[in-house]
Each structure stands twice: as C-alpha cells, then as structure tokens.
C-alpha cells in the first residue's frame, strides 16, 4: 500500500519489467480501495528507468503495451504466451510475430505523437529522452516490422555458442548438461533439464503450442555501431544470455507453492508451468484496474477489435494517477547526483549488477532518509566461481557503505 505518499523507485539495469510489474501487482492486491487507489489520493509511485541500451527500453515500452492491451483485443491467455514467446525464444510462432509487426507500428506512433502516447499509456513518460534515441527507437520498431527473411537467428545464435565454447562446440550437449547438474539445479530445481538444454541448443525456452516456432523473434537483435573506411556502419546480431536462461525472471519462484510439488523426488512442473501461472496473474490483476474488470474475462473472445470506449480511456487516466513509469536517457545515471531534481529523491534504489559500476560515494545525494538499497547478486552468472561470487559480495558491501547505506542482509 501506498499509505497516501509519493514513492520514488530507481531501476537501474533491470533490464525487463518484472521489478515494475510485480510492484504494480502487489500494490494492487494489498489494495482495500481500488477506486481510491485510481483516485491518486493514496499516492504514486514513480519507476524511473535506467538502461545502458535503447534496445531494453524498446522491449520495455513494447511488454508494457502488451500487458497494458485491453480484454477485447487479446485474451489473458493469448497475452502470457505472445509474452512469454517475445521475452525468452529467438523464434516465434507465425501469429506472434505477426502480433509484433502490428504493434510496432503503434510503438513508432507511441515515440512520435505525444496525443497517442497520452491516450494508449498515460502512465509511460518518454520526455527525458533524446530526440536522437527517439529516432533510434523509431529505427528499432522499424525493424522489428519488416517481415522480409535477412536475419539468420539460428546461425547468430551458432555463432555466440561457437566463440563462447570454443573447441568444446562439438561437445556442447556435455556442456550444457554439467551446466544444468553442477551449477543451476541447486538454485533453480524447477528448470527442467529438457526445457534449459533446449534453450541452450538453440534459443527456443517456450513452446507449450502444437505450431512451429520458425520466425525470428526481431526485438531480440541489437546493433552495434562501427566504423570502417570512415564510414558508421550498424551491425545486427544476438548478443544476450546463452548461458543462465530467460526462465529466472519470472519463472523459479511463486505465490502458489502448489507449483512446486515434487513425485519421486522430482518437481511435477516446469519453470514453463511457473512462469505462465507468474504471468497470467499479473495480467489478470492488472485487469481489475483496466477498462473491463476480470468479471469479463471469460466473455472477451467475443468481443475482438473493439475501440475503446470513453469509459475505458478515463481507466487508463486513473492507472496513470497512481503509477507512472518514466524513461530516462541511455547513461544518463552517471550524472544524476549533480541534477538538483533528483536529490534526496529515491526512496529505493536497485541496481544490477551489470549497473553496480554507478553506485559510487556521489549516489547518497539521490536517496531520501531512511532509503533501502537493492543489488542484484551474482547467483544466477554460471561461468562464476564460488570464490568469484564471494568477491563480488565482499565488493558490493564496501561500495554500499561508502554511500552511506548499512548493509542488512549480504548474500553470498
């Protein structure tokens, strides 16, 4: 709950939406008001978001439009699985991708018409980014649209698992399988050997429908910018994780410990099984703030298409009143201490660690008394030793202490 005040949130490197998108849902669930919740006098929390690349924020506001769709137009269960498809598979089912053509024409609408930004998600702010990042954005959709084949995922894919592997390539089910036994069971039982090794293999982490996945899932390539012969050149390629798995955002942990019953010493459902539950939830908490409330939600196949109504446009203002998520500038954090706006402003911070680099002595002027501080660990980097891991902690702990913050509970 929100407790009638503002709340100001750093992400720093989150890098996806679930820090957003499970506080929306918990405070919509700790909620004794709806009503006076959407009011806004209970408060706003305010996300503001940090990136190191445009193409984060590109999938960022994409999921966000996602989730935000209204009941009319896409099912709960058709939005968890055009979700969980985009967020973790290199190849999509034809319908999903077709699903990602369609609205990257909204997004490129999104970044250019502040009136259809204002309508569709009231609750996004993009006036802090550059007009160059807005224009890259705009690129980026452009891409994501244009269906024509070019783009070899699987062989990018081969390619990263060759320069990762070396001359174990040839080798690479045993490597995969020591990965699986002797450094993720331990954290994350409930990833199957089957779901994580196919993943591995060749980038497909979900797949619960009969239908091939065989189109290239275009918001997960990324350029890279470089010059030849003095001329910029941009390079297109896959540069995620072909390590740790994309099942670790949403989907180890949950409410329902149902999920995680075990036959014989083996869990009776997938991370698969745990994400989809994680990410239905949400979508259907979500809908109770939302134009049509979940007493609809079994009635909204036959209803496909429909524009939304005044009615629905004044529910979206009210999700707006309590939460709004701003976009900031790619690496922008390394100044916000000298900003007078942001002092003494967050009151909590979270950085991952590919972000931990800015916390540094300056930071302290941005967090409000009694602010709580979050790091993402090294649990779930594979390659680490447990030495490496313990490093890191260690690392951490000083960098936290010399911004003024007393560590509470450091985990290895």
Same mark, same amino acid.
């Given at each position: 709950?929100l407790?009638g ?7 720093a ?5 679930r ?16 009503d ?11 996300f $503001?978001?940090? !990136?190191?690349?445009?193409? +984060? @924020?590109?999938r ?5 439009? *996602?989730?935000?769709? /209204? =009941?009319?137009s896409?099912?709960v269960q ?18 999903t991708?077709? $699903?990602l053509? !369609?609205?990257s024409?909204d +997004? @490129?609408?999104?970044i250019?018409?502040e009136d259809? *930004?204002?309508?569709? /998600? =009231?609750m ?13 954005l705009?690129g ?24 990762y592997l070396?001359?174990?390539?040839d ?18 039982a ?9 993943w591995?293999e ?8 009969e ?13 890279v910018?470089?010059r030849?012969n003095?001329e ?6 896959y540069?995620g ?5 994309p099942?670790?955002?949403?989907g180890?942990?949950?409410r329902n ?9 083996r ?15 949400i979508i ?17 196949e036959g ?5 939304a ?10 999700l707006?009143?309590w ?5 900031m ?18 009151q909590?911070l ?12 300056p930071?302290?002027s941005i967090m409000?008394?009694n602010?709580h501080l979050?790091v993402?660990s090294?649990?779930?980097?594979l ?7 313990g490093?890191y ?9 010399k ?10």
């Amino acid at each position: 709950a929100l407790h009638g005040v503002d709340c100001n949130v750093l992400l720093a490197g989150g890098a996806d939406l679930r820090h957003v998108l499970t506080t929306i849902d918990n405070v919509i669930r700790s909620s004794d008001d709806l009503d006076k919740l959407q009011s806004g006098v209970e408060g706003t929390i305010h996300f $503001y978001i940090f !990136e190191s690349q445009l193409e +984060l @924020i590109a999938r960022q506001l994409f999921f966000l439009q *996602l989730f935000l769709e /209204l =009941p009319e137009s896409l099912g709960v269960q058709e939005k968890a699985t055009f979700f969980m498809e985009l967020f973790g598979n290199s190849h999509v089912r034809s319908q999903t991708a077709a $699903y990602l053509k !369609e609205r990257s024409t909204d +997004l @490129i609408k999104l970044i250019t018409d502040e009136d259809f *930004l204002a309508g569709r /998600l =009231p609750m996004v702010d993009i006036s802090a980014l550059k007009f160059r990042e807005r224009d890259q954005l705009e690129g980026m959709f452009k891409f994501w649209r244009n269906d024509q084949p070019g783009f070899d995922m699987a062989a990018h894919w081969e390619n990263r698992l060759r320069q990762y592997l070396g001359v174990r390539f040839d080798a690479r089910k045993g490597v995969f399988d020591w990965d699986y036994h002797m450094r993720l069971t331990e954290k994350a039982a409930i990833i199957h050997k089957k779901e994580y090794e196919n993943w591995r293999e060749g980038g497909i982490a979900f797949c619960s429908r009969e239908a091939p996945y065989d189109v290239v899932n275009r918001s997960l390539v990324s350029g890279v910018q470089f010059r030849q012969n003095g001329e910029s050149h941009l390079s297109r390629s896959y540069w995620g994780d072909i390590v740790s798995s994309p099942f670790l955002s949403f989907g180890i942990t949950s409410r329902n410990k149902e999920l995680f019953k075990k036959q014989n010493d083996r869990h009776v459902q997938t991370s698969e099984d745990v994400m989809q539950h994680n990410i239905t939830e949400i979508i259907e908490s979500l809908l109770r703030v939302l134009p049509h409330s979940s007493k609809q939600l079994d009635t909204v196949e036959g209803s496909k298409n429909q524009l939304a109504s005044d009615d629905s446009v004044q529910k979206w203002q009210g999700l707006a009143k309590w939460c709004k998520i701003h976009f900031m500038p790619v690496n922008a954090l390394s100044g916000i201490h000298s900003r007078d706006k942001f002092q003494r402003k967050f009151q909590f911070l979270y950085f991952s660690n590919s972000m931990i680099h800015h916390l540094l002595p300056p930071m302290s002027s941005i967090m409000s008394d009694n602010a709580h501080l979050f790091v993402e660990s090294t649990r779930f980097i594979l390659d680490l030793t447990k030495e490496k891991h313990g490093d890191y902690v260690r690392k951490v702990v000083s960098m936290a202490e010399k911004t003024r913050c007393k560590v509470r509970t450091p985990k290895e």
